[in-house]
């Protein structure tokens, strides 16, 4: 089946620093692959849509300078939280969806789990 | 948009038991995906089972099944028989079809978390 993975699956960080998250597919090429964030005890929240060779398209409310999504190839997408506090604390998980014939399910990452001191 | 509903914020079953998960959702397109993912403590989403809207059918996967109702726009997911390793919190989630390609992400719903009672 398809894999993704992500790196690293947990960081802690002072505030004020910039933390990079990697997503990649493993066996599979991701046109698109999507961000999302959960806080505990709570659902998972789409964050935005990284596109390859394209800008990132984010939901609303999303800050797009805080949260920088570069989708520089077909395997590999990041996410970096820019100026982190303690409030972007949280659970973040990237998927991608199948290559191919899209069978409309996703495929997760471990997720990442980031903590601002 | 579309919305998501999991009344159940909770939900016991006894070890070996039916329980069913219920899942409401509202959306005006009339081709769209829906699914139980299931996040263990690792939380690790775990694909349960699925769904595509134009099927009529009910989708099962060994103990797990659904009660897929179109017009009354539910989604319930009854697991037989459950398992110690069933206890997780379980997410039923839309996604839209694009049939010329294109891909939207998922919308969850709040979750349920199931304990299982040994």
Known sequence: GAVVSQHPSW?????GTSVKIECRSLDFQATTMFWYRQFPKQSLMLMATSNEGS???????????KFLINHASLTLSTLTVTSAHPEDSSFYIC??????????????????????? | ????????????????????????????????YLF?????PS???????RQEAYKQQNATENRFS?????????????????????AAMYFCAYRSFFSGGGADGLTFGKGTHLIIQP
């Open chain 1, 11 to 15: 960081v802690i960080c002072k505030s």
């Open chain 1, 55 to 65: 800008k990132a398209t984010y939901e609303q409310g999303v800050e797009k300078d």
């Open chain 2, 66 to 86: 659904v009660n897929f109702q179109k017009a009354a726009k539910s989604f319930s997911l009854k697991i037989s028989d459950s398992q110690l390793g069933d």
């Open chain 2, 1 to 32: 948009a579309q919305t998501v509903t999991q009344s159940q914020p909770e939900m016991s079953v006894q070890e070996a038991e039916t329980v069913t998960l219920s899942c409401t959702y509202d959306t005006s397109e009339s081709d769209y």
């Open chain 1, 95 to 117: 998927s991608a969806p199948s290559w191919g014939r899209d069978t409309g399910e996703l495929f997760f990452g471990e997720g990442s789990r980031l903590t601002v001191l």
């Open chain 2, 43 to 49: 939380r690790q989403m775990i694909l349960v089972i």
């Open chain 2, 36 to 40: 139980w993912y299931k996040q263990p």
